[in-house]
């Protein structure tokens, strides 16, 4: 294989062969994963041995969003805690080797769920049970990483973490909306008035849900992924952002499309909150208000979305096609408005 959109094969093969233990030349490198986030490669060596290469998008600027050698930190310091990662096996910043930094971390053997075809097709009821303890159970011992003994306890600013994150994503909405939306502005002003006190910071993945994971076939999580937007702060974000993600069996439809919680045998969004208080110890009174966060977050990251499709990103569309995309950020915003008034 001579030519592949995004790795320079002889340059990367020849870097390989030198810092990864075990890789034998030649190499096949397959895309996995693509778009506007990180690349992901499967590298098989001539052995059959596989790996897995990350870079930053085809055409990135800012190389601050899409910093390789951070991701490639936080993986390599939860190597031996209780968090499953992929093996961390080498960095690159050479950028005479292929450009941008890389990362390269052992293949871990799984499943990840899209969708409710997939989840059915690969996981009994039994085990979909399982994949809702393992998902909940694997983001308490996230929250639990001791911090210092990982090497991580430098990886972002500790306090203010909620009120960082508004600031950040108000200004996004701000630069990026399409018409203007009362909720957004209403949610944005509440939550900054009601802004819970943190507590102790942990890690937070950022964007921790059911297909930023894989499952092996009994439903247990084998590797926690996608660490890109990891940083220092509040806990709770993450569940909150859980609870918008996630569409149990029974639960009312969530403003994300997701459907592989759908299939029977997953838990409801309450027995995923139950089991975490259970699991971390920590007081859940507050989750409305963290829900309520998440689904304005979303509804602040999908009006992106929607704008860079209106200004072409996806090449000509008729602006009916792209409808679904504002019907999303309108339920977003308003199922924001909702959580707020919810008590425990």
Not at 179 to 191: C, G, K, S
């Given at each position: ?40 490669f499967k590298v098989t060596g001539a052995d059959g041995s596989a790996f ?30 209780a968090v499953p990662v992929a093996p961390a096996l080498g960095f690159c ?208 990251i999908l009006e992106g979305v929607y704008a860079r499709y209106l200004g ?33």
């Amino acid at each position: 294989m001579s030519d592949v959109h995004g790795i320079n094969v002889p340059a990367v093969s020849q870097w390989l062969q030198a810092h990864v233990a075990g890789a034998l030349a030649p190499f096949t490198f397959d895309l996995i994963a693509g778009g506007h986030s990180n690349l992901t490669f499967k590298v098989t060596g001539a052995d059959g041995s596989a790996f897995v290469l990350r870079r930053p998008p085809l055409g990135h600027v800012l190389a601050s969003a899409h910093d390789m050698g951070r991701e490639h930190r936080i993986i390599s310091g939860l190597q031996h805690s209780a968090v499953p990662v992929a093996p961390a096996l080498g960095f690159c910043d050479d950028l005479a080797v292929n450009g941008p930094p890389f990362y390269v971390m052992g293949f871990v053997d799984g499943f990840v769920l899209r969708d409710r075809a997939t989840a059915e097709a690969v996981l009994t009821a039994q085990a979909r049970r399982t994949a809702s303890e393992s998902l909940v159970d694997t983001m308490a011992a996230i929250h639990a990483v001791d911090l210092r003994a990982t090497g991580l306890h430098e990886l972002g600013r500790q306090e203010g973490y909620i009120a960082r994150q508004l600031k950040r994503w108000y200004g996004q909405w701000n630069q990026q909306k399409t018409r203007e939306l009362p909720a957004v502005d209403r949610v944005h002003e509440l939550l900054s008035q009601r802004i819970p006190e943190q507590g102790p910071a942990t890690i937070v993945h950022g964007d921790y849900r059911l297909d930023n994971c894989m499952v092996d076939a009994s439903g247990r999580v084998v590797a926690v992924l996608d660490w890109e937007i990891c940083t220092l702060g509040d806990p709770l974000a993450d569940l909150g952002l859980l609870q918008v993600y996630w569409t149990g069996p029974n639960d009312a439809a969530s403003a994300w499309n997701g459907s592989a919680t759908t299939a029977p045998g997953f838990y409801e969004r309450s027995e995923l909150a139950a089991r975490y208080a259970q699991v971390s110890g920590r007081d859940l009174t507050n989750l409305p208000f963290y829900v309520s966060f998440a689904y304005w977050k979303l509804a602040c990251i999908l009006e992106g979305v929607y704008a860079r499709y209106l200004g072409g990103a996806l090449g000509a569309r008729d602006a009916a096609e792209l409808e679904p995309f504002q019907q999303q950020v309108d339920a977003a915003a308003a199922a924001a408005l909702v959580a707020l008034e919810q008590r425990p």
